[in-house]
């Protein structure tokens, strides 16, 4: 496989080719350094590159890869995002940097340098990673590669671009209501919201628990290799918090599940919502693909009540309060983000304790649902990614309106805290990629990289190349 090919192919595919020799660990990195470099101008997926400090790890990875050492990643680059630390770089988040270098990596990063990763650099975010688009004041507006008028989704819109452009075949995201999906449903990628807990954090709980981070892939192998090397029940462990033997991540993607009893649900918390129409025969057309794969498929909505929603704006809108409060220069901040920090303090303590309170009687309302199915699929995004500068100027609200109506099924499942895969369903008539969410109760991680992966071995799409670039 020519190089260039091995870039689109994704980092799976990249640590067999490294573990069989058939390419070395500085030869990969410069390919990607080079595609990065390429790229750039177009797409601007990158705030920070690290090419010295990369080569050095590729060398040291080389190293390991000769003495015979393996692990799911040793030797594969991979982008982290810009809110997750980097020792001797600045955290931003999207805006002006109002801190110090960081001191050490974050955790995650800690893990996959431990395996041998190779960290290439930090991918855009929007400001505070508020919003499903990434575009700031501060560095502009990241591209999608599959149309470079349109975005390519956020907060982990860097990290999709540079998944999508075939610069790296792995990286890091995070998603606080869609952060991970929304950009892999807008740029054909495969991505896992983890259940809470399931990733170790450093010590801090964000957006008063909604948020979490989980990989994204140019495949389901990609992601589960990673999910291997970063989760504590993964890898470096083999075992489930029981202690009960557990197939790694990697392995249950490549295992079909058992026949499942899967819901189609169409309505959201906010109740009943247009989708784009391409994008619902897509999930007609997933659920008979399903069905032919010998699974249950019925359509049964979702029991959310009343509160799902009020649940998720409150913990939010404190949660961004609460996020920019100890920043030292707030006039530093775009005024959307300033004026979402005011919605924010609005939100009193009672209110938020209730909403944190509500979140047991959801779970309750829930449970009958997740008895009588294994797991719910909905549409990811409803409608086509949004052009480039959609909301500029416009304030948090007037945002928060606009982005709602083409995100609705995604924040709920942050409130619950269940793990969720964004997969690739095909490309609309425009060759937009469409995707879908696939659900299911806490720590069903493994249950829904199998399914995403029989669905991927029954209609891959990791193949497909992006048109813009």
């Not at 595919?13 to 790229?39: C, F, I, S, Y």
């Not at 952060?179 to 170790?200: A, E, H, N």
């Not at 304790?353 to 047991?360: F, G, M, P, S, T």
């Not at 709920?412 to 997969?423: K, Q, S, T």
Request: with cysteine; charged share 25%.
């Amino acid at each position: 496989m020519e190089i260039d090919e091995l870039l689109w192919a994704g980092a799976d595919a990249q640590a067999v080719a490294l573990r069989e020799g058939r390419v070395t660990a500085p030869d990969l990195l410069e390919a990607v350094l080079a595609r990065l470099e390429a790229t750039a101008p177009a797409l601007n997926a990158f705030r920070i590159v690290f090419p010295e400090s990369a080569r050095t790890e590729a060398a040291a990875a080389q190293a390991r890869l000769d003495a015979g050492e393996t692990t799911p990643l040793l030797g594969v680059p991979v982008a982290v995002k810009d809110d997750q630390d980097v020792a001797g770089d600045v955290s931003p988040a999207g805006g002006r940097p109002q801190g110090p270098p960081a001191t050490q990596d974050g955790i995650m990063v800690r893990r996959l340098r431990a395996a041998g990763a190779v960290v290439v650099g930090r991918t855009h975010v929007p400001e505070r990673m508020l919003w499903p688009f990434t575009e700031t004041l501060t560095y502009g507006a990241t591209r999608n590669p599959w149309d470079l008028d349109r975005t390519p989704g956020g907060s982990s819109g860097g990290t999709a671009a540079a998944l999508a452009a075939g610069i790296v075949g792995v990286a890091s995201g995070s998603d606080g209501g869609g952060s991970i999906r929304i950009p892999s449903s807008m740029c054909g990628l495969f991505g896992l919201k983890t259940t809470r807990g399931v990733l170790p954090d450093d010590g801090e709980e964000h957006w008063h628990g909604l948020a979490v981070a989980g990989p994204m892939g140019r495949s389901v192998a990609d992601a589960a290799a990673m999910m291997d090397v970063i989760a504590d029940d993964g890898w470096a462990s083999g075992e489930a918090p029981s202690g009960e033997p557990q197939p790694s991540y990697r392995e249950a993607a490549d295992a079909d599940p058992r026949p499942l009893r899967i819901a189609i649900s169409w309505r959201a918390p906010i109740g009943k919502v247009p989708i784009e129409a391409r994008r619902r025969a897509a999930i007609l057309e997933t659920g008979d693909r399903l069905r032919a794969l010998g699974h249950e498929v019925v359509e049964r909505e979702v029991p959310y009540g009343p509160r799902a929603f009020p649940q998720f704006l409150v913990r939010y809108l404190r949660g961004v309060a609460d996020d920019v409060e100890p920043l030292p220069r707030k006039d530093w901040l775009e005024p959307r983000t300033r004026n979402a920090r005011r919605l924010g303090r609005l939100v009193p303590d009672a209110v938020l304790a209730w909403a944190r309170a509500q979140e047991q009687v959801l779970h309750e309302r829930f449970r009958p649902h997740f008895q009588a199915f294994d797991v719910v699929l909905q549409p990811g995004m409803t409608d086509v990614p949004w052009k480039i500068g959609a909301f500029h100027g416009r304030g948090a609200l007037t945002t928060m309106l606009g982005v709602a109506q083409r995100m609705p099924h995604m924040p709920v499942w942050n409130v619950l805290g269940y793990p969720v895969a964004a997969v690739p369903i095909g490309l609309d008539d425009a060759g937009l990629p469409m995707g879908c969410q696939l659900i299911g109760p806490p720590r069903s991680e493994r249950r829904l990289l199998s399914l995403a992966g029989q669905l991927e071995r029954d209609r891959p799409w990791a193949h497909l190349r992006a048109a813009g670039v």
